[in-house]
């Protein structure tokens, strides 16, 4: 069984930048497909990006696109979302979510690992 921790969030003024690791136990992590979320009170948590189980797929939401980058070192059990060019509008809560899966699902149903959050607040 996969345990997902992630750590780097913080406050952070606009236009600025964070890097979000999610470090994985376990020996089985190179093959999950690996997903970045992110919450706000009151709304669906909501996709951001996904990395295929090799690391040769990746994809983002269009909200983030040009701004965000996804990647994994599966020899360190580790996934990052780097994060530049930030704003106020990506404040949340980002969680890490693992699928033993060949696709990477933008369905936080799929997901049945998680990590327990990292807070990211942009100020204007």
């Known amino acids: 069984q996969v345990q997902l921790v992630e750590s780097g969030g913080g406050l952070v003024q606009a236009g600025g930048s964070l890097r979000l690791s999610c470090a994985a136990s376990?020996?089985?992590?190179?093959?999950?497909?690996m997903g970045w979320f992110r919450q706000v009170p009151g709304k669906e948590r909501e996709f951001v990006g996904g990395i295929s189980w090799s690391g040769g797929s990746t994809y983002l939401a269009d909200s983030v696109k040009g701004r965000f980058t996804i990647s994994r070192d599966n020899a360190k059990n580790t996934v990052y979302l780097q994060m530049n060019s930030l704003k106020p509008e990506d404040t949340a809560v980002y969680y890490c979510?693992?699928?033993?899966?060949?696709?990477?699902?933008?369905?936080?149903?799929?997901?049945?690992?998680w990590g327990q959050g990292t807070q990211v607040t942009v100020s204007s």
């Open positions: 376990g020996r089985t992590f190179s093959r999950y497909a």
């Open positions: 979510a693992a699928d033993r899966s060949m696709v990477v699902p933008t369905d936080p149903k799929k997901y049945n690992l």
